[in-house]
């Protein structure tokens, strides 16, 4: 039965995964923000995401001494602003300044909500969990701020013009996406399966 | 500062989520699937992966009962099948039957690998958090079985072949997208903001 099915082992083989920026503002006062693919919503009453971080970046700290931080959502078209996130630490860099980011304090918390992303949400933290390379920490969202020019004419967030980034870890070459085509409305296009057999 | 922003309130804005189906062997003993959202990489080492359940989901409890379960994810083709799992109760349907779906008891886990989706990972309940309106499970991934089909020339999985779902909760029209374009390179294209102020 296994037949044509290959165990590439102990894997995330989760896809795809979103880009979020955490931001914090650090022991050293600056705002600050960390690429995580880690993340992911969890909870719809109280509304919360989780967002897994390893013990040694300088984002855990913070997330531990203020409790508070914003989950942003990066477009597309900054992927390379995403990237650099990972790639160096607050403690050494003002990533912010690098990248040409504003850092506004939070109305709800004690965190940077970033002009430039088209979405931040502003959470308190309410749950972790260690888990082992990553402790797992839950976000209560207090607010979730969107740039008017990413809203419809319905006043709805419109995912084609905020075109978040897709990401594929464990694949051949660890990349970035847009989000492409539609494949169905939800809550929909099932309900042609429903009543047979 | 907060110009051009609106604060849409305590919503879950994080896009896009993957969408996965959870496997199960219920309480009638018939392999199950429920379509989750609410779902993400949590940890590295161990391989961890968490999915968020309603209490009153048939699934939830059959989690809780065998502390196993898998978790597939679709290809983007397979839409409809996904919305589907997501309409209906596997108390009442034979999902896998009206879905036409093959399921083969996992090699690690007593949960159900299924013959048609592109990836699925067998998974051991490793912790959880009540969280509210869902239980957040974090489950270590024990084997995760790829399609051969789904592979590059250099055995790693192509997303390109695979085309998983991009879900997009919380915006205009509840929709599921394909993976587009590529956006970059992960830990490539920010290189060229280091050494920026």
């Given at each position: 039965m296994f037949e044509g099915k290959k165990n590439m082992g102990a894997k995330t083989f989760l896809f795809p995964t979103p880009i979020v920026l955490c931001g914090t503002y650090g022991k050293n006062g600056r705002a600050n923000l960390a690429a995580l693919a880690w993340a992911g919503i969890c909870c719809s009453e109280p509304p919360a995401v989780q967002i897994s971080v390893r013990p040694s970046r300088y984002t855990h700290e913070a997330i531990l001494d203020k409790r508070e931080f914003t989950v942003c959502v990066p477009s597309s078209s900054q992927s390379k602003i995403a990237d650099f996130c990972g790639l160096v630490s607050g403690r050494d860099v003002d990533k912010l300044a690098s990248a040409g980011l504003t850092a506004m304090k939070g109305q709800f918390t004690d965190a940077p909500v970033v002009a430039e992303f088209p979405v931040c949400m502003e959470c308190k933290l309410i749950g972790s969990l260690k888990l082992g390379s990553h402790d797992l920490f839950v976000g209560e969202v207090a607010a979730a701020w969107i740039d008017?020019?990413?809203?419809?004419e319905k006043g709805n967030a419109d995912l084609r013009k905020l075109s978040p980034i897709a990401y594929a870890p464990m694949t051949g070459g660890a990349e970035y996406f847009t989000v492409g085509e539609s494949a169905g409305k939800s809550f929909s296009i099932g309900r042609e399966l429903m009543g047979k057999k």
């Open positions: 008017g020019k990413y809203l419809d």
